[in-house]
């Protein structure tokens, strides 16, 4: 089965600086990796998405991502980091089965921006 | 705003009762999927609908049921429940097909005193 794994629970920046949000994959077959954010009391956003092609993907707020098949990894950064980016993020893989699929989340990461 | 609907926003209610969250889906996504969002168990899968068939089941109890109808909209029918069941419950939409991203809801809240 597939799944992802978000190593870091917290992580925390100061305000202009880059940022990394982990995540790392398990799959067969090619994977189709996406990342979320999540504001409090809010449903979870999309904010990119790997299927094929170009490693560094980019997304909404700035973000972007880089897919490194080698290292299962699909990390997510942004350059300069805003108070506004704190929230939840999610990474995410999307599982294929007979019939249907689904997407399987990790179990997320909580960004903190300090001022 | 994703596009995708959920009533009702919150939800208190008791143990064994029986409840019912609604979700339409943005318009022209023909998948609907639900997920349970708790502390200690993050964001879980429960079932996947397209175009009115069941697709994609998670762990979802017995006791959770699940509905598309043919105008799309979905509904998860929770019964006899328990105070573990206390989560927040989102709906989300997509195209349906494999590589699209999903719009979520901005959920059901749902407690079980």
């Known amino acids: 089965a597939q799944s992802v794994a978000q190593p870091e629970d917290q992580v925390n920046v100061a305000e202009g600086n880059p940022l990394t949000v982990k995540c790392t994959y398990s799959?067969?077959?090619?994977?189709?990796l996406f990342w979320y954010v999540q504001y409090p009391n809010r449903g979870l956003q999309f904010l990119l998405k790997y299927i094929t092609g170009d490693n560094l993907v980019k997304g909404s707020y700035g973000f972007e991502a880089e897919f490194n098949k080698s290292q299962t990894s699909f990390h997510l950064k942004k350059p300069s980091a805003l108070v506004s980016d704190s929230a939840l993020y999610f990474c995410?893989?999307?599982?294929?089965?007979?019939?249907?699929?689904?997407?399987?989340f990790g179990a997320g990461t909580r960004l903190f921006v300090k001022a | 705003d994703s596009g995708v609907t959920q009533t009702p926003k919150h939800l208190i209610t008791a143990t064994g009762q029986r409840v019912t969250l609604r979700c339409s889906p943005r318009s022209g996504d023909l998948s609907v999927y639900w997920y349970q969002q708790s502390l200690d168990q993050g964001l879980q899968f429960l079932i996947q609908?397209?175009?009115?068939?069941?697709?994609a089941k998670g762990n979802i109890l017995e006791r959770f049921s699940a509905q598309q109808f043919p105008d799309l909209h979905s509904e998860l029918n929770l019964s006899s429940l328990e105070l573990g069941d206390s989560a927040l419950y989102f709906c989300?939409?997509?195209?349906?097909?494999?590589?699209?991203?999903?719009?979520f809801g901005e959920g059901s809240r749902l407690t079980v005193l």
């Open positions: 609908y397209y175009n009115g068939e069941e697709r």
């Open positions: 989300a939409s997509s195209h349906g097909g494999i590589t699209g991203e999903l719009f």
């Open positions: 995410a893989v999307r599982d294929i089965g007979t019939g249907g699929f689904k997407t399987i």
């Open positions: 799959v067969s077959g090619n994977p189709y």
